[in-house]
């Protein structure tokens, strides 16, 4: 069975800082990864996802994603981060092959964006 | 609405009643999730509904649980003889995904969720 492991339950970034929050996940194959964000009294929204092909992956807000295989991982980054950034951000993993529908979330990360 | 709604936003039970969880999806998606996040946890897949059926119920904790849908339509869980370990928000989410389609082509909305207290 697929498992996501975000190794960072709280995270405090300056404004205009750079951030990496760190997803770890275990699968036998290559998965389908996500990244969701989570701001307060909203629902979760896709930033981006990997499939396959190039395994830098663009999502929106200004949100990247690399996956690497040979370290199981896929970090999300962004250059600047803004106020609007505070949100839990949770990775998630589905298995790449049809007839098996779940998506596996990480606990999830907070972010704390400091003027 | 264009979204995922989800209703009531918060309910308040007393240990043993029954509660329902109300879903309507977006619109002409086929494919509809049910989530359960505890507070300072994951996701957990509770079901997921294909149209009507259900492919995958492996989700659901116990036979407490229970969820049927309506067509592509509407989605209701019910969770019957409520205990305190049920207070979670539950969320639901949508998808245009068919059988055998590949994940790829697969994004889930997510609903804003319905908050659950038991007392």
């Known amino acids: 069975a697929q498992s996501v492991t975000q190794p960072d339950i709280h995270i405090t970034v300056s404004e205009g800082a750079s951030l990496e929050l760190r997803c770890n996940y275990s699968?036998?194959?290559?998965?389908?990864l996500f990244w969701y964000v989570q701001s307060p009294g909203q629902g979760l929204q896709l930033l981006l996802k990997?499939?396959?092909?190039?395994?830098l992956v663009q999502g929106i807000k200004g949100f990247e994603a690399e996956f690497k295989r040979s370290q199981s991982s896929f970090n999300l980054r962004k250059p600047s981060v803004h106020w609007s950034d505070a949100a839990e951000y949770f990775c998630?993993?589905?298995?790449?092959?049809?007839?098996?529908?779940?998506?596996?979330f990480g606990t999830g990360t907070r972010l704390t964006i400091i003027p | 609405g264009a979204g995922v709604s989800q209703s009531p936003s918060n309910k308040v039970t007393e240990k043993g009643k029954d509660v329902e969880l109300r879903c309507d999806p977006i619109?002409?998606?086929?494919?509809l999730y049910w989530y359960r996040q505890r507070l300072g946890q994951g996701l957990e897949f509770l079901i997921y509904?294909?149209?009507?059926?259900?492919?995958?119920k492996s989700g659901l904790p116990s036979d407490r649980f229970s969820a049927e849908r309506t067509g592509e339509s509407v989605s209701t869980l019910t969770i019957q003889r409520t205990q305190q370990e049920d207070s979670a928000v539950y969320l639901c989410?949508?998808?245009?995904?068919?059988?055998?389609?590949?994940?790829?082509?697969?994004?889930?909305?997510f609903g804003p969720g319905t908050r659950l207290l038991v007392l």
């Open positions: 989410a949508s998808s245009t995904k068919k059988p055998k389609s590949p994940r790829y082509q697969e994004t889930q909305y």
């Open positions: 699968y036998g194959a290559t998965p389908y």
């Open positions: 990997y499939f396959s092909g190039d395994t």
């Open positions: 998630a993993v589905a298995p790449s092959f049809f007839g098996n529908e779940k998506l596996t």
């Open positions: 619109s002409g998606h086929t494919a």
């Open positions: 509904f294909q149209g009507n059926s259900a492919p995958d």
